[in-house]
């Protein structure tokens, strides 16, 4: 493996990854696109995660809602989807989306302007206002692949957020930690798009049941790197 760049490629440098009967376009931007059904899926962008740590009074750089809703623009702007699916922990908490300021909430409607646009709920959101724009629900299924936002143990495959899935690898005696999917044979847990959103490494043992059969980790940078779970580092 060749070291890895510091932004996100283009559409170019994405994988195609199968799960169930669906083609899942994995960009190295950390969203999957469903080409077939024109679908774009983005996940744990906790939009106004530093506002609410300022309430509390942790104070961040608070242009994390900016950043992210750019980083959603750029994908927006990449695939043209005819719809987009948040996968839930899309505002960091109940009060979030009043917080937005005039041109962070007119950036999400302008993404939201000509296509559809659903709200999967999440642990930090299980109600989306419905000043957000879009619709809202639980989950949505995709012939045979429901995507939501927390793991679920039903027996169908699934494509969820909420883990924040992160690999640490050794590059030429150096180490390098990265946000990354994590895939396997019936689950995909996409990275946290977030500006502020941290990683959980994929050795924790919060995933180990959710990959009996094994996993991969598709590492973000200028396009995936695939690696193998023997390669992978813990903390």
């Not at 679908?39 to 961040?60: I, Q, T």
């Not at 999440?122 to 639980?138: I, T």
């Not at 919060?206 to 973000?220: C, D, I, S, Y």
Request: proline letters at 6%.
């Amino acid at each position: 493996m060749n070291a890895m760049g510091g932004e996100a490629g283009t559409a170019g440098a994405a994988q195609v990854l199968r799960l169930g009967r669906l083609d899942l376009v994995a960009d190295p931007a950390g969203a999957l696109f469903v080409a077939d059904e024109g679908l774009l899926v983005v996940a744990d962008l906790h939009l106004e995660k530093a506002s609410s740590f300022a309430g509390r009074g942790v104070f961040l750089p608070p242009y994390d809602t900016r950043a992210t809703l750019a980083a959603v623009a750029r994908l927006v702007a990449r695939y043209a989807p005819r719809a987009v699916v948040a996968l839930g922990d899309s505002f960091h908490d109940a009060g979030a989306h009043g917080r937005l300021d005039t041109r962070d909430s007119e950036a999400l409607a302008a993404l939201q302007r000509g296509r559809d646009w659903l709200w999967v709920t999440g642990n930090h959101d299980p109600q989306v206002p419905r000043a957000a724009g879009g619709e809202s629900a639980a989950e949505l299924r995709l012939a045979d692949v429901v995507l939501r936002h927390e793991p679920a143990d039903d027996g169908t495959a699934e494509i969820v957020g909420h883990m924040h899935p992160a690999a640490k690898v050794r590059l030429t005696g150096r180490s390098v930690r990265r946000r990354c999917f994590a895939a396997g044979a019936r689950r995909i847990v996409m990275p946290a798009l977030g500006a502020l959103t941290g990683g959980l490494n994929l050795r924790d043992a919060a995933f180990r049941p959710l990959f009996p059969e094994g996993v991969t980790a598709h590492v973000l940078g200028q396009r995936l790197y695939a690696i193998g779970w023997p390669l992978l580092l813990p903390d």
